[in-house]
């Protein structure tokens, strides 16, 4: 059984930063691990994901140049750190463990609680 749990979620102001971990536990084969963001009344989608094999990363357009994903492998976190955040931004984020093609299409097969993210002045 994998578990991820996410820490790091909070409150901000428009252009200030937050660094998101997710630390996974448990029986863990190499994961792609991917962060995805789910607003209200709207479907789960992709932020970011990290390859497991060769650390290739992927974001969706919305966070290009303002959002880095990174892993510690020795510490099994993965980070998604925040930048020149926006009010639209505000969701409650998810990272998940990508079965299959990993980054490049595969399913989550497990996932965190999420953690909350708000944007405000």
């Known amino acids: 059984q994998v578990q991820l749990v996410e820490s790091g979620g909070g409150l901000v102001q428009p252009g200030g930063s937050l660094r998101l971990s997710c630390v996974v536990s448990?029986?863990?084969?190499?994961?792609?691990i991917g962060w995805f963001r789910q607003a209200p009344g709207n479907e789960r989608k992709g932020v970011s994901c990290?390859?497991?094999?060769?650390?290739?990363?992927y974001y969706a357009d919305s966070v290009k140049g303002r959002f880095t994903i990174s892993r510690d492998k020795t510490k099994n976190t993965v980070y998604l750190e925040m930048n020149r955040l926006k009010p639209e931004d505000t969701t409650l984020y998810y990272c998940?463990?990508?079965?299959?093609?990993?980054?490049?299409?595969?399913?989550?097969?497990?996932w965190g609680q999420g953690t909350q993210v708000t944007v405000s002045p």
């Open positions: 998940a463990a990508l079965g299959g093609l990993g980054c490049s299409g595969g399913a989550p097969e497990y």
């Open positions: 990290i390859s497991s094999s060769d650390g290739r990363k």
């Open positions: 448990g029986f863990t084969p190499d994961y792609d």
